[in-house]
């Protein structure tokens, strides 16, 4: 809002050159004092109007930005956390239930497929609930898949035809991430997993580099940490060293398989945990060999650099089934699709 200057008009009439009375001097004086207190305190009033008015303004051209920060109560795990992730299947819990398997700290879910119902279960078995996404890829069968545009979509993902790579850049597809982060929030949950978010990796139609996933990582944490959630990174090896301080965790497939756990070793520097997952081939309930446990959790050769780290041995297809470094086979209670 603009305002005008103030000023005042020089008197039109010149003081009687005679003398005066010390009363009337008196008045005289108490008058102009008046005169100015009110003019400064008019001016201030006016000036603090009009910033208060480009601060709305303000405001409002940031209307979608979170407005809350909830960065107090955030959820910051420590290193060596122990956790079982479950993906493409909702947990069967029953809100009352005494215990789950395994015992673990940290459990890895899917943000669309388990009601809050489930998240405060685990809560009440002094459980931290991650949330899982695909942040970086559309999935047509999400509930708010619709809500994607055609040029927000890439090229498929290698392996899964039906999920195409995202434009990281698009305002439209950080609206509906900002929408699942604000959901993660209402459900429950203590932090995000947002998948996906390494396009730059891949033939992804769009032109995507490390940069782009670099900002949009970190557009992300801001909207998590205004709902009061912890992020964790995906994958992503390459940009650990730029991203490392924006997120609190990092989740990791086949950094053994591909060589490369080494790189997410800041984490661990930093106390942060490094959630990993290896998929030993053919596996089935409890039938990892041990030579295979060994060499996945030994932290040299293919493993160097994974000491610390949260491994897990997982299936695929990411159900119940889990073992881990001491040989122990689990399986979390799912529900069928």
């Known amino acids: 809002m603009q305002t005008k200057d103030l000023y005042f008009d020089e008197p039109s009439f010149k003081p009687r050159q005679r003398k005066v009375r010390i009363t ?45 920060d909830r960065n107090n109560s955030i959820w910051r795990p420590g290193a060596r956390a122990t956790w079982q992730i479950v993906l493409r299947h909702p947990l069967e819990l029953s809100p009352n ?13 899917d943000l669309f497929d388990n009601p809050p119902s489930t998240i405060t279960a685990l809560h009440k078995l002094d459980k931290k609930v991650v949330c899982y996404f695909s942040a970086g890829s559309y999935e047509p069968y999400r509930s708010d898949s619709f809500q994607f545009l055609e040029s927000n979509l890439g090229e498929p993902l290698d392996g899964w035809p039906d999920e195409k790579w995202l434009d990281l850049n698009s305002p439209n597809v950080r609206r509906i991430m900002a929408n699942r982060i604000a959901l993660a929030r ?20 769009l032109d995507l580099e490390a940069h782009d996933s670099i900002k949009f990582i970190r557009f992300l944490s801001q909207q998590a940490q205004a709902n009061g959630l912890s992020i964790g990174l995906k ?37 942060k945990p490094v959630f990993q997952i290896e998929y030993p081939s053919k596996t089935n309930f409890g ?34 089934w889990a073992q881990y470094c001491n040989g122990e086979a689990v399986r979390t209670a799912i529900l069928r699709k």
């Open 24 to 68: 009337s001097i008196l008045a005289m004086i108490t008058v102009a004092f008046i005169t100015v207190l009110l003019t400064v305190g008019l001016g201030a009033k006016l000036v603090r109007t009009r910033s208060e008015s480009e601060g709305f303004s303000g405001l409002s051209a940031r209307s979608v930005e979170p407005t809350e």
């Open 97 to 109: 239930a005494p215990a789950i398997e395994p015992d673990v700290d940290v459990f890895d879910i």
């Open 235 to 271: 994958n992503a090896a390459e940009i650990v060293s730029d991203i490392e301080s924006d997120v609190h965790f990092s989740v990791v497939e086949e950094c053994t398989e591909y060589e490369e756990c080494g790189n997410f070793a800041p984490f661990i520097n930093a106390n």
């Open 287 to 320: 039938n990892v060999s041990p030579n295979k446990i060994s060499r996945i959790c030994s932290n040299k050769d293919d493993a160097a650099g994974s000491d610390g780290f949260s491994i897990i041995l997982k299936d695929e297809s990411l159900d119940g």
């Open 186 to 205: 209402k459900k429950g949950c203590d932090a995000i997993d947002p998948d996906n978010i390494d396009g730059y990796n891949n033939d992804n139609g």
